[in-house]
């Protein structure tokens, strides 16, 4: 927060990151959704992390003058397009970051509200967590994030309740000290962990989980979803005690 | 020759090539304390497996923990290749890590770079 020289605060500059892999269907309205909230401010920046979507995700981000579309050239990954996010709000130098999936998952009023309960609180990294308030959830990604939980406590030592989830909320301390390296779903879990290491103050807070038939048969394919993530944390587990 | 002395003879470069790599961690600092102690004790564990590989074989042997033959000259070679394909493979995967974050932060920087020109336009 900066005092203006009329001695009030000025509002934070706040990014809201998407990254984005093939959701032509559905981004014009995730963008509708975002673009129409009565929260957003003049200093928020959208910004939209094209993934190397083959289909017409990048057009129609581009097409939006309000929207900031960074594409990479190629696919990279949740967990390279998230950072690559999170970078261009550092580099803007945004207070605030808020990361949002793209399929339509979250509720905007959601982000809007953790980023308020992470000003109050002073939290450096909020995450959103579905699974304090599980209706709606599939029982089968219930069972599936709690078991990501509990290899990521083993493996990792952290102890949340989504680890999985994409609503996060940086603040400006978090953007400038987190440095994870999966380009894949494992960032969620070593983001944190990495969060962790780094003394930042890490919090949750309930969302709603808004999964309709597009958003379930997106995300991670089940089971070779999970080992790779499994193998990721476990190669970075691994190479954190190698380089302690 | 003892074929336990050629064991140790065509297997200690690999040793030597560990000790040397944990010494070069140390100076660069590209290891803490918990990671050069981790690897001297795994290369310390490997260089005493090589020393100590007779006697532990008869110590197998005389307890009845193992009924396998003897050391051979076939079996030199091959616990030596085996060592030598763990020995690049593990190269080849720290390298293939290596570019793999390389080429992540180029995507990434090229990226952002490409798209400062609209940022500039609307914010600035």
């Not at chain 1, 009565?38 to 017409?56: F, M, P, Q, Y």
């Not at chain 2, 396998?68 to 890590?97: C, E, H, K, M, Q």
């Amino acid at each position: 927060m900066v005092k203006t020289k009329k001695g009030k605060v000025a509002a934070p500059s706040i990014a809201i990151v998407i990254p984005a892999y093939n959701e032509a269907s559905v981004i014009d309205k995730v963008l509708d959704d975002i673009l129409s909230h009565t929260k957003l401010g003049k200093k928020t920046k959208v910004i939209v992390v094209n993934d190397g979507s083959s289909d017409a995700t990048s057009s129609r981000v581009h097409a939006r003058k309000k929207v900031i579309c960074i594409d990479h050239i190629v696919n990279m990954g949740a967990g390279a397009a998230t950072r690559t996010g999170l970078a261009a709000a550092r580099e803007l130098g945004c207070d605030y970051a808020i990361t949002i999936d793209a399929d339509g998952q979250h509720k905007v009023s959601d982000a809007f509200r953790l980023l308020k309960v992470a000003q109050k609180q002073n939290v450096d990294l909020l995450i959103g967590s579905r699974l304090q308030d599980r209706e709606g959830m599939p029982k089968i990604k219930v069972v599936g994030n709690l078991f990501l939980n509990f290899v990521s406590y083993l493996l990792l030592g952290i102890v949340v309740s989504d680890s999985q989830s994409g609503l996060r909320i940086c603040n400006r301390k978090a953007l400038e000290t987190i440095s994870y390296y999966s380009n894949g779903y494992a960032f969620c879990s070593e983001m944190i962990w990495r969060a962790q290491n780094a003394g930042l103050v890490i919090s949750e807070a309930p969302i709603a989980a808004i999964y309709t038939t597009y958003s379930k048969a997106k995300g991670q394919k089940n089971v070779a979803g999970f080992f790779a993530i499994l193998s990721s944390l476990v190669k970075h587990r691994v190479s954190g005690l190698l380089n302690e | 020759m003892n074929k336990y002395v050629l064991l140790f003879i065509f297997n200690i470069p690999f040793v030597l090539y560990g000790f040397t790599k944990t010494y070069i961690y140390w100076e660069t600092k590209r290891a803490g304390r918990l990671g050069i102690f981790l690897r001297v004790i795994f290369w310390l564990v490997v260089l005493l497996g090589l020393i100590f590989a007779s006697p532990i074989y008869n110590f197998l042997i005389s307890n009845r923990i193992t009924n396998s033959p003897a050391l051979s000259l076939a079996d030199v070679v091959l616990v030596t290749g085996v060592n030598f394909n763990l020995f690049i493979i593990v190269r080849l995967y720290g390298r293939v890590d290596k570019l793999e974050t390389q080429f992540t932060k180029l995507v990434q920087k090229q990226a952002i770079e490409k798209s400062v020109t609209k940022i500039n336009q609307y914010w600035f």
